[in-house]
Nanobody
Framework: QVQLVESGGGLVQAGGSLRLSCAAS????????MGWFRQAPGKEREIVAA????????YVTNSVKDRFTISRDSAKNTVYLQMNSLKPEDTAVYYC??????????????????WGQGTQVTVSS
């Protein structure tokens, strides 16, 4: 079993920045595609960003593409989500996910095999 643990969430004012981290167990982390999803109150869970095993292929959803950046450090078994210029609409629980196989459609949640417990991000106006 692979375990994913998110951290870095919290309360921040609009316009501020936050960096989320997802620490993964297992020596095969470097071969996984990784994704960040979020779920706001009363809303469905949605894709935020994804990164392939090499770190060279990236996807960021349109609503945050100019503000958020995804990256990974295989040596630390960690994937990051840097969030800048935060807006109240970004308020949600953010989840880290891992896929054993290469994903062609990063927003397809069924392609991810492991999920973290989530970390709360609250952006005040």
């Amino acid at each position: 079993q692979v375990q994913l643990v998110e951290s870095g969430g919290g309360l921040v004012q609009a316009g501020g920045s936050l960096r989320l981290s997802c620490a993964a167990s297992g020596r095969t982390f470097s071969s996984y595609d990784m994704g960040w999803f979020r779920q706001a109150p009363g809303k469905e869970r949605e894709i935020v960003a994804a990164i392939d095993w090499s770190g060279r292929r990236l996807y960021v959803t349109n609503s945050v593409k100019d503000r958020f950046t995804i990256s990974r450090d295989s040596a630390k078994n960690t994937v990051y989500l840097q969030m800048n210029s935060l807006k109240p609409e970004d308020t949600a629980v953010y989840y880290c996910a891992a896929a054993r196989s290469s994903i062609g459609v990063p927003w397809d949640q069924l392609q991810y095999d492991y999920w973290g417990q989530g970390t709360q991000v609250t952006v005040s106006s």
